[in-house]
C-alpha cells in the first residue's frame, strides 16, 4: 500500500475522495435523488452483487446492475409514489470509514467500508458491507464511472432492498 504523505499530495487526494464519499452519503441520506445521479458519469453503472462479490454481473444475477439511465428509472419510481415498497419512505442514516484511494492510470479505485441504518413501518434495519468506487477526473470534479456495493450478507436474506444503498 503505497504511503500517505502531504507532500506527494495524496492526503490531499484522500481528502477529496472522502469528501465527495460524505456528500454522496449526504445526498442519500436527504433522498435528493437527482443531485445523486449528478455524481456519475454518463457511462456509470450501479452494481449491487448478489450471491459473491466477485460474480459476473453478465452472467449471474445481481441484486442491481444498473446504467445511468436504469438509475433514472429507480431514481423516478422512488419520487413517483408508485414504487409501493418505499410507501412511507425509509429514513436512512449511512456511516462511512476505512476508506482508501489507489491511482489507477487516468481512475482511482476507492475503497470504503459502509454501515447503513434504514428504518421504516416501525422497524430499524442494518446494512453492511464494502463500497468499492471507480471514480474519474470530469474538469475538475470527480465522477464515478461505477460504484459497487458488497453487502456482507448478499448471500444470505436481503429483505426489502428498494432503496438506493
Do not use: C
Amino acid at each position: 500500500m503505497p504511503e500517505l504523505s502531504v507532500s506527494g499530495g495524496r492526503l490531499e487526494l484522500l481528502a477529496e475522495v472522502e469528501a465527495f464519499l460524505y456528500k454522496e452519503a449526504q445526498l442519500l441520506d436527504a433522498r435528493e435523488f437527482d443531485a445523486w445521479l449528478t455524481l456519475f458519469a454518463e457511462d456509470g453503472v450501479y452494481w449491487v452483487p448478489s450471491g459473491s462479490d466477485d460474480s459476473d454481473p453478465q452472467r449471474e444475477v445481481s441484486v442491481a446492475y444498473d446504467s445511468l439511465s436504469r438509475l433514472r428509472e429507480r431514481v423516478w419510481r422512488l419520487q413517483s409514489g408508485v414504487a409501493h415498497a418505499q410507501e412511507p419512505p425509509s429514513r436512512t442514516a449511512r456511516i462511512l470509514s476505512n476508506v482508501t484511494v489507489e491511482p489507477d492510470g487516468d481512475r482511482l479505485l476507492v475503497g470504503s467500508v459502509f454501515v447503513l441504518h434504514e428504518f421504516r413501518r416501525g422497524r430499524l434495519h442494518i446494512h453492511a458491507g464494502r463500497y468499492r468506487h471507480e471514480l474519474r477526473r470530469t474538469g475538475d470534479a470527480l465522477a464515478i464511472a461505477m460504484k459497487k456495493v458488497e453487502l456482507v450478507n448478499n448471500d444470505g436474506y436481503l429483505g426489502n432492498l428498494s432503496i438506493v444503498l
